[in-house]
């Protein structure tokens, strides 16, 4: 049974610091929501033409180059940073990066998966596409992340890509000096089918888990990066090509070697 929460004629500054809280789980009738329904899950990730240019990222058991650093240290010297050196990062540092931020570690049926952050419900809302400028053996372009298949996908190329994301990110100039930019974007439906009106609140916390596991996983590699919430909602999504609605950006972080 849901209960009833009174909503009173609020500010605006209220309306936001109640997005904060959980009281709207009670008005939610959970028995109403498309899982309970019986709808079929949405899909572990977006779909791709099967014709589309894939590369292969290095395997978890096959990492050679990636360094072992101790976790309290890790913690302890973590800080965003804004300063990249002109080195570019390895195909098997940002195969370590991927993995370390979504990837599954073990797919439990066809809609559900745990992957290497948590997630409300694993449902995992989570997009990631790159905006890849200095790259070893990856040719310059926006990409976007497969967990399943721990490949990218090539979206699109862009001549200026370090122009475009300084200027969709209000003008931080530190994304043109990165090795790669990291965009993630929310699918809401996939929260939603779960949770209804009770999801947005958990896709922002889940964005957090995942940056925080990127700014852990860049000290192993001598890599800094900067979580980026300030950005140009339409310039963002425009540069990705999306539709904004069904999907758009929620987070950014650049990545370079230090």
Known sequence: MVSDVRQEAVTPMEQYRFFLKDTIRRTVDFSQTDQSRGVPP????????????????????????????????????RRSR????????TLEELSFLLWTTQGITQQLDSGTALRTVPSAGARHALETYLGVLNVDGLEPAFYRYLPLEHQLLLEFRQPDAAAKLVRATLGQTFFAHAAVAFLWTAIPYRMEWRYGVAAHKVIALDAGHVCQNLYL????????????????????DELLRLDGKDEFVVYLAPVGKR
């Open 42 to 77: 949405p899909p572990l990730e977006k779909p791709y033409a099967p014709d589309a240019v894939r590369v292969d990222l290095v395997a978890p058991d096959q990492w050679k180059g990636i360094g072992k650093v101790d976790l309290l240290a890790a913690i302890r010297n």
């Open 82 to 89: 804004r300063e990249f050196s002109r080195r570019p990062l």
């Open 217 to 236: 996983a860049c000290e192993a590699i001598g890599a800094g990066t900067c979580a980026v919430a300030a950005y140009h909602q339409e310039l963002a």
